[in-house]
């Protein structure tokens, strides 16, 4: 047998969750059988490619496409004028807002082209090259106009204005003149001004950081059919297909009902796969060619016209007495949102002081457009940027007041009862636990040692939160006709989670894991389902596929009572079985959900549950990061040399998987502190859009990641679970300048901490104090 | 321009095909042979989802041009279980949940059985920049090199 699965003794009370069997689909994604975006076809089907903005910013005065619709092969053209412009109205979509004006005009560009890479065109003809070589008969008429691509500089009176009508919203009186500051926020608690004035030690630093991309390794890629009577389908790699069908039908005027989207298998996304860039495109060319029509980005596009996360400038100050409590803690917040507004400057201001149980707290957060691709969501969005920022500061306010780093946080964690600065107040939360643990850890105990003679070692750590959310989510669980059970979930799978809904099935029913077959659903399939995303694909599932079972067991009961002739409650179900109870306990053999559901047809008809529920009860998740550095005095090279990641799960449901998460979460924010950036030149255009120039960790960047999974059980949830892929990222950044600066003296406050940039540091160091 | 015949022989099956001057092995593989299990992460070499052997030589097959494939022999993910009997690599990516969203995957399948090949006992550092030309945004690359390791003992072994 090749595929033979695997088990590990069950975990505590359950027998399922807490297991690390095989993943369900790992056999296709081993032998490359798996479908992914770009690998699906269909009968007669064509190909798609986007002519995009050469400019960073420009008025787009004339586009003609006469000599492209006449190349042979080419069946389709679509520019601004095959999509309409949509009202300006904010429309709330799940966790976040969107207006679908920004949302249209960024798929298609409309006057103006906002950032180098913008779509204006697309194509689509019989071939890849045949689609290529129109693009290139495609003639846009540009005015270019001056662009602006710092964060700070797209402030200052005198920039360019991207958006003339664009007045800065929380602001009293509502600006009269046009900026590129499209909100204000401010979250506060208590007395700011008292908080320092009780303060023994205060510390202000100003702070810098760069958009990274999510860089997952599958570029986007859709392929759209829609036939003569306007009926489509979409197969599409996504983190929520039901949104995908969502946007799409609102903005080419579609019904719901008439557009089926089918998830892809998803080769990663981390917020960046819930937009839609391609697919609305590649519908319209189907609609005009009544082809199918594929499209997938190149690697150059995701960089361009994809992603990334908000740069941005920040200001920190934090007050303390001298026994170690903070007194207040300031922040203000500027983030770049790419060419349209709504950067994650809300969670980003949120989640700032979120680790700390504090009096006196003031966040202020300006979200900014600039002439580079819209920002989409990134794991954690906008909270690795701001706590990067205020566990900076923490580390150096601990420093001066002489006290361990990790006392220091205790001193002032969050917990159960703590009042947020943005409103709520705290359920049970494992800060706590995850410090302790840390200290406790071997790694934060163990000697560091120099491993070459230009090298100079340091120990950083930091914590993190992250919110977690619920939201719609609906299931249906089949009972077949041998009793085995087909799980649909409405989330696409993008790291395991079939694997974990199938183990919370195998818990709720009482039957084998491998007797679970779990997919995920297509749009027709099931009610709506909010997108994979917020640590919510675990979470949500567990409670509606919890729902669901139970529904279904309550079925199977009833069945049996039927049988047996016994009233309908005094059947229960036991291991898998309904068994008699009461005063009928013993007067039958129990009846295994096999044998119940093969004689279904007889009984009633056949056996499902189904759950369709808004969940709420999301606990958030902190965890605490230890990391080891050794920086190279002789090239500014950063070594990672130990890492160590501690986080509450609640309940790690399939434990290899939240493994992961820790790690790749980890591994990214690596990327982040060392080495990604967006570099632009004066023209305004990405100079480095492409893996090598870009680079993300590869394997002989970083050593093991050790993991520490706490499990504070959240106490809304069935099985505890709480959400685990956001909060890994929000930690490294301080975590790893807080090492370098225990390694070098030298408090780094600007993201990238790249060889250069630390080398520069090093000699200026070297110059001034020698 | 007139297409290019091709003879080529792709996981141990004689394979004809026609392709443009300009298409490389990956366009060949995914579009015209129906072998999307190779995948294009960047087209430039950088990310390593396309590996493929050609001539047992490991080669990112968007660098290869398709007429490159003529009278070589080519082996692709499609190709490395044999029959119902998964490769070790295989296995052990599943038991040590070398993976998640699986994209990357059969990349590093097929360089890791390129560096077993050659040094069956591979150390940590040596598997992790062997593996340094694939890239993996999703585990930190700690299960990979874990799962690579792990394959390289119980192969030793048996």
């Not at chain 1, 079972?549 to 199977?556: G, R």
Request: net charge negative; hydrophobic share 40%.
């Amino acid at each position: 047998m090749a595929t033979a699965l695997k088990f590990e003794k069950p975990n505590g009370e359950m027998k399922w969750i807490g297991t690390r069997p095989v993943r369900p689909d790992g056999v296709d994604k081993v032998t490359g059988r798996a479908k992914f975006g770009a690998d699906m076809s269909l009968p007669g089907m064509i190909f798609g490619k986007v002519l995009r903005s050469p400019h960073a910013h420009a008025r787009i005065k004339s586009i003609d496409t006469s000599k492209a619709e006449a190349l042979p092969g080419v069946k389709a053209v679509v520019t601004r004028n095959d999509f309409q412009d949509m009202p300006s109205e904010i429309t709330p979509a799940g966790e976040m807002l969107i207006n679908y004006r920004d949302v249209m005009r960024n798929v298609m560009a409309r006057d103006k082209a906002l950032y180098e890479g913008h779509a204006v065109a697309a194509v689509a003809a019989t071939s890849n090259s045949i689609a290529q070589k129109a693009l290139a008969l495609i003639e846009v008429d540009y005015e270019v106009l001056p662009h602006v691509i710092d964060v700070m500089d797209a402030i200052k009176p005198d920039a360019p204005v991207l958006h003339e009508d664009m007045f800065t919203e929380g602001v009293e009186p509502t600006p009269t003149k046009a900026s590129n500051a499209s909100k204000r926020v401010e979250f506060a608690i208590g007395d700011i001004e008292k908080g320092f004035t009780e303060a023994d030690v205060i510390v202000e630093r100003v702070f810098d950081t760069k958009p990274v991309h999510q860089a997952y390794i599958e570029p986007h890629a859709c392929l759209a059919s829609m036939s003569e009577d306007g009926q489509a389908e979409l197969f599409v790699c996504t983190q929520g297909h039901f949104i995908v069908r969502t946007h799409c039908a609102r903005l080419l005027g579609m019904d719901v009902a008439s557009l089926k989207v089918t998830a892809s298998e998803i080769g990663g996304g981390f917020g960046g796969k819930t937009v839609v860039y391609l697919e609305p495109v590649a519908l319209m060319l189907s609609k005009k060619s009544r082809k199918p029509v594929k499209m997938q980005m190149t690697r150059e596009e995701v960089f361009k016209a994809s992603g990334p996360t908000s740069g941005a400038h920040m200001r920190i100050k934090i007050g303390a007495s001298k026994d170690g409590r903070i007194t207040a803690g300031e922040a203000e917040l500027y983030y770049q949102a790419g060419a349209f507004q709504g950067g994650p400057i809300g969670p980003g201001a949120m989640c700032a002081y979120a680790p700390y149980d504090l009096e006196n707290v003031k966040v202020i957060g300006f979200d900014i457009v600039t002439n580079r691709p819209k920002v989409a969501a990134y794991r954690a969005p906008g909270a690795p940027i701001s706590e990067y920022a205020v566990e900076s500061v923490v580390d150096e306010v601990a420093k001066k007041l002489g006290i361990d780093p990790i006392d220091f946080r205790l001193k002032n964690a969050a917990k159960e009862g703590t009042r947020t600065a943005y409103g709520p107040k705290l359920g049970a939360v494992g800060l706590i636990e995850t410090l302790e643990a840390a200290k406790a850890h071997d790694h934060y105990k163990a000697p560091l040692k120099v491993n070459h003679d230009h090298g100079m070692v340091g120990r950083g750590t930091a914590s993190g939160f992250w919110f977690n959310i619920g939201g719609e989510t609906s299931t249906t669980i089949n009972v077949n006709e041998d009793g085995t059970v087909t799980l649909i979930q409405g989330t696409p799978d993008i790291g395991g989670s079939r694997a974990s809904n199938a183990l919370m099935a195998a818990e709720a029913f009482g039957i084998d894991y491998d007797k679970i077959k779990p997919m995920v659903g297509d749009t027709s399939a099931l009610g709506y389902t909010f997108l994979t995303g917020g640590s919510r694909a675990t979470l949500a599932n567990g409670v509606t596929t919890r729902e669901a079972a139970n529904s279904a067991i309550a079925e199977m009961c009833r069945r049996a009572a039927k049988i047996w002739e016994i009233p309908e409650d005094a059947v229960k179900w036991e291991n898998g079985a309904a068994v008699p109870a009461g005063d009928n306990a013993g007067k039958f053999e129990p009846m295994s959900m096999a044998e119940i559901a093969k004689i279904a047809g007889k009984t009633g008809g056949p056996i499902a549950g189904h759950a369709h529920i808004n969940v709420q009860g999301a606990g958030p998740s902190f965890g605490t990061h230890i990391v080891d550095v050794e920086v190279d005095k002789e090239t500014g090279k950063v070594d990672i040399l130990r890492y160590t990641v501690i986080q509450d799960a609640g309940k790690a449901v399939h434990p290899a998987y939240v493994e992961g998460q820790y790690q790749g979460g980890a591994v990214q924010g690596i990327g982040w502190a060392l080495n990604e950036e967006y570099i632009y030149g004066e023209d305004g255009k990405l100079q480095n859009p492409g893996f090598l120039d870009y680079r993300i960790p590869v394997a002989s960047d970083v050593p093991m990641i050790d993991t520490v999974i706490v499990e504070k059980t959240n106490p809304k949830h069935p099985y505890g679970v709480r959400g685990v892929g956001e909060t890994p990222i929000v930690p490294p950044m301080a975590a790893i300048a807080n090492a370098i600066e225990q390694a070098t003296g030298i408090r780094f406050t600007e993201l990238p901490m790249s060889p250069p940039k630390v080398l520069k540091a090093l000699d200026e160091d070297a110059g001034g104090t020698g | 321009m007139a297409k290019i015949h091709v003879t080529t022989e792709i996981n141990g099956d004689p394979v004809e095909f026609l392709c443009e001057p300009e298409q490389t092995l990956l366009d060949v593989l995914r579009d015209e042979l129906n072998l999307t299990g190779s995948k294009e992460g960047c087209a430039s070499g950088d990310c390593g989802a396309c590996s493929v052997m050609a001539d047992d030589r490991l080669v990112c097959a968007c660098l290869v041009l398709g007429a490159e494939a003529e009278g070589k022999s080519v082996e692709t993910i499609e190709g490395m279980a044999d029959g119902e009997d998964l490769h070790p690599l295989q296995q052990k990516f599943l038991e040590h949940a070398a993976l998640q969203c699986g994209v990357c995957t059969p990349g590093f399948l097929i360089a890791a059985k390129a560096l077993l090949e050659k040094n069956p006992d591979p150390s940590e550092t040596e598997v992790r920049y062997w593996l340094a030309g694939n890239l993996c945004r999703c585990t930190g690359y700690d299960k990979i090199i874990r799962a690579v390791l792990d394959t390289a003992s119980d192969m030793r072994g048996s």
